[in-house]
Structure formats: structure tokens, C-alpha cells
């Protein structure tokens, strides 16, 4: 599957009858997962005895596509999507390969998109930055601190103060990054679900804004074509009961489209693509 994936940087495994077990026992072979920010909170509901498996984004508004976690330091490499029940209508999930997408800018657009620094500028509760960063206390956190920026690769740098328990954190990233397979940039970024979709009860984007290095808002005008382009682009996944989806987080965007029936229940799971797998797959 990993040569697959480092291919086509999606992968659908369609057999009717996979369970969750069967999607566990696959996830632990190719990923050491981690835990989603927002596990535990109004967002995402954790499944009993694994922190490391939860829902989707609660709610049945559409979400724009987006890279898994880019507002924070350590994105994961991979997403592992499964399907206990989908929507009667609507509720499919959307890819966007970043590579493509990056290829289709004029020049111009595409040299800004990859230069520009993208500064996020963060209020995390302590429940969200615990889980997140996988740490109990605010002295355990500082003391991580220069670790995770050592960790960072040379495009990103992370700083925190802490009012009590909640964090305030400056994160400066880039919108296009080397994909972990073959190292071709790729469009990967919030940006899209920062701008266009509205914060609310199973978001929290009121906890986060973001400007450019000088302090000015990132261009509209860039955003809409980024908008346009990765919607050009996006294949719809129309799920079915037991549907298995991997995704490169450094290469793909994902997101959703918008549905009305509660029973829709999509589980994800992150974490870092195993390095013994990246080896072979990047030698192959």
C-alpha cells in the first residue's frame, strides 16, 4: 500500500464487511498515530479505549479543503479515514492533490503562494493545547518548548506564552512544502478553511487568526483563485459502509461537502507515516 500511496498520494480500500479493528489494525501498521487537538472537545468525540481514533468534525456544514493541522507545529503525514455510516445524501468527504494544484498558478500567484510566510497567531485552551502537543501541564510545556522548535524544519518556528492555562502561540509556516515521498512542493495549508468557512460550535476558528509577516491580511484576490483552483481539482469520495481512505497530509487537502442526516458517522486517525515504510517507499 505505501507504494501506492507515495504514487497516487490517495489511497480508497473498498471491501464491504471492514470493521473498526480491521481499520486499527491496519493504521498501526502504517502510521504512529497521535492524537487531534480538538479530541475530547465539542469538536470530535474520541471511540471508547483509543484516544487516537475519533469523528470527523462534528457538524453537517461543508468544509473547505484544507491540509490536516497546518496551523500547528508537527502536521501529521498521514489521515486515515473510515466509514461506519454514511449520509443519505451528500457528506462526501473531498481530495485535492497539492502538487496539481500548485502546477495550475500562473507564475506569478504560484511564486507568492510559495514565498509568502503565513503567521497564525493562536489562543489555545488547555484541554485543546494538552491533547494536541500530548502534554499534562503548563511546566511540562515550557520546558518542551525549544524541543519542538528544534523538531521544526527550517520554514517553521513556534513560540508560546501561557496566561494560566491557556496558551498563546505564534506559529510562521509556509502554504507550499516538500511532500514526503518524492519532495515536490505542494500547496498544503488552512488558509481556505480559515477564510471561507464561518466559526461555530464544532470549530474553532474564533481561536485563531492569521497574518503575513508585515501584519496585513493575506490577499483576496489570491485566496479566491486558490479557492477556485483546488475546487476545480477536488474528487468527491461518495462514501459506502466500511470504506478505508489514506491520505498524504503533506501532498493532499481534504475537506467535506455539506449533508443533513445525523447518523453520518466518519472516523479519522493521524499520525506519522513509519520510518522503516518512508525508507522503502522513497527507495522504491
Keep these: 500500500m505505501t507504494s501506492e500511496l507515495a504514487r497516487h498520494g490517495a489511497v480508497l480500500l473498498r471491501a464491504p464487511g471492514q470493521t473498526v479493528e480491521a481499520f486499527t489494525s491496519l493504521t498501526d501498521q502504517l502510521m504512529d498515530a497521535v492524537v487531534h487537538e480538538a479530541t475530547g ?16 468534525n462534528r457538524g453537517d456544514d461543508a468544509i473547505p479543503l484544507h491540509r490536516e493541522a497546518a496551523m500547528y507545529p508537527g502536521s501529521p503525514g498521514l489521515l486515515a479515514f473510515y466509514c461506519e455510516r454514511p449520509a443519505e445524501t ?14 495550475r498558478l500562473d507564475p506569478s500567484i504560484r511564486t507568492f503562494v510559495i514565498e509568502e510566510t503565513l503567521v497564525w497567531l493562536l489562543r489555545a485552551p488547555g484541554p485543546r493545547w494538552k491533547a494536541g502537543l500530548n502534554m499534562s501541564s503548563v511546566e511540562h510545556a515550557k520546558s518542551a518548548l525549544p524541543a519542538i522548535q ?84 477536488a474528487i468527491e469520495i461518495a462514501w459506502r459502509p466500511g470504506d478505508i481512505v489514506i491520505v498524504d497530509n503533506t501532498r493532499f487537502m481534504h475537506g467535506r461537502r455539506a449533508y443533513s442526516d445525523p447518523a453520518r458517522r466518519i472516523l479519522l486517525r493521524m499520525g506519522h507515516l513509519k520510518a522503516e515504510l518512508r525508507a522503502a517507499a522513497v527507495a522504491n
Design 41 to 56: 472537545t465539542t469538536d470530535r468525540e474520541p471511540i471508547e479505549g483509543n484516544t487516537t481514533i475519533a469523528t470527523v
Design 90 to 103: 451528500g457528506g462526501e468527504t473531498t481530495i485535492c492533490d497539492g502538487i496539481e494544484l500548485l502546477s
Design 150 to 233: 528544534a523538531a521544526l524544519p527550517s520554514w517553521q518556528s513556534f513560540s508560546a506564552e501561557f496566561e494560566g492555562d491557556t496558551m498563546h502561540a505564534v506559529f510562521r509556516t509556509k502554504a507550499v512544502a516538500p511532500s514526503q515521498f518524492t519532495g515536490q512542493p505542494a500547496f498544503g495549508s488552512t488558509l481556505l478553511a480559515h477564510r471561507y468557512r464561518a466559526p461555530g460550535e464544532f470549530n474553532a476558528l474564533n481561536l485563531v487568526k492569521l497574518q503575513l509577516e508585515d501584519g496585513s491580511t493575506y490577499p483576496e484576490h489570491v485566496l479566491t483563485i486558490l479557492q477556485e483552483t483546488a475546487e476545480s481539482l
